[in-house]
């Protein structure tokens, strides 16, 4: 019989590095420490001396709650420009 494949239940939580959040999320260096800074986004966990990651279901969460938010807004009407 094969053995499985690890899962996140059964090796814990997955930690994304910092260059894996901004993959994941689109946003630039300074604006995801910002956002940290100003508790907009999920905190850091401290993994060395010099070394942080994100919890993966936590920055899932924070993109999920985005695109709720999303959907949420009223939609505005774009403007055509006329051609002229």
Do not use: N
């Not at 053995?3 to 999320?25: F, H, W």
């Not at 401290?46 to 709720?68: C, F, H, K, N």
Request: no cysteine.
């Amino acid at each position: 019989m094969p053995a499985e494949a690890p899962t996140a239940s059964t090796t814990g939580p997955t930690i994304l590095r910092v260059r894996q959040v901004i993959a994941r999320t689109g946003l630039p260096l300074s604006s995801l420490y910002q956002m940290v800074h100003d508790g907009e986004f999920p905190k850091p966990v401290p993994l060395a001396r010099r070394s942080v990651g994100w919890v993966l279901s936590e920055v899932d969460s924070w993109i999920a709650q985005r695109i709720a938010s999303r959907e949420a807004e009223p939609r505005r009407q774009l403007r055509r420009r006329r051609a002229q």
